[in-house]
T-cell receptor, first 110, second 111 residues
Framework: QKEVEQNSGPLSVPEGAIASLNCTYSDRGSQSFFWYRQYSGKSPELIMSIYSNGDKEDGRFTAQLNKASQYVSLLIRDSQPSDSATYLC??????????FGTGTRLTIIP | DVKVTQSSRYLVKRTGEKVFLECVQDMDHENMFWYRQDPGLGLRLIYFSYDVKMKEKGDIPEGYSVSREKKERFSLILESASTNQTSMYLCASDRGRTEAFFGQGTRLTVV
């Protein structure tokens, strides 16, 4: 079993719709959870961080964490063509390694 | 503005060469990481360091070594470059439980 698994892509969503990205992790001791966006040929950039159960909203982005189910998700509302990228889920314990999923490629269709 | 800087954006080296990839961060972060990224395989951790002169092997340390003599600098060394080490190399740093910041990446080609 992979340490961090993401829903297999690619994922295509019409412009203006909601994009839903999912991630599960195996280490119950994980304490920090992140979503990164990566454009082709570029390095990852942080979209959202979440540390406790529940929802966290930032603009069009909402991260959801359920530690009991070992599940993290990212919702993107009113999807824009500029949201087309690969989204990476990452988890870590304090001061330990940061582990990534393989990523989900998202394409927003105009 | 926080910054992680990698020494080269593109690099071409010959098989058997010793290769140094340098990374510097200006955020006083304790933790620094080296990843490689290959299509279909995602980001794989090579080594990380949680303090000066301290290092931990990641998932794929074979063929690599690292050096951290100063808090702000973390170097990745390919002892004898091989063609299967052609990849995108990414350096990152963080503090404790907070988010990691990435450098711009080094695309290394070994010929």
């Amino acid at each position: 079993q992979k340490e961090v698994e993401q829903n297999s892509g690619p994922l295509s969503v019409p412009e203006g719709a909601i994009a839903s990205l999912n991630c599960t992790y195996s280490d119950r001791g994980s304490q920090s959870f992140f979503w990164y966006r990566q454009y082709s040929g570029k390095s990852p950039e942080l979209i959202m961080s979440i540390y406790s159960n529940g929802d966290k909203e930032d603009g069009r982005f909402t991260a959801q964490l359920n530690k009991a189910s070992q599940y993290v998700s990212l919702l993107i509302r009113d999807s824009q063509p500029s949201d087309s990228a690969t989204y990476l889920c990452a988890v870590k314990r304090v001061n330990e390694k940061l582990t990534f999923g393989t990523g989900t490629r998202l394409t927003i269709i105009p | 503005d926080v910054k992680v800087t990698q020494s080269s954006r593109y690099l071409v080296k010959r098989t058997g060469e010793k290769v140094f990839l340098e990374c510097v961060q200006d955020m006083d972060h304790e933790n620094m990481f080296w990843y490689r990224q290959d299509p279909g395989l995602g980001l794989r951790l090579i080594y990380f360091s949680y303090d000066v002169k301290m290092k931990e092997k990641g998932d794929i340390p074979e063929g690599y070594s690292v050096s951290r003599e100063k808090k702000e600098r973390f170097s990745l060394i390919l002892e004898s470059a091989s063609t299967n080490q052609t990849s995108m190399y990414l350096c990152a740093s963080d503090r404790g439980r907070t988010e990691a910041f990435f450098g711009q990446g080094t695309r290394l080609t070994v010929v």
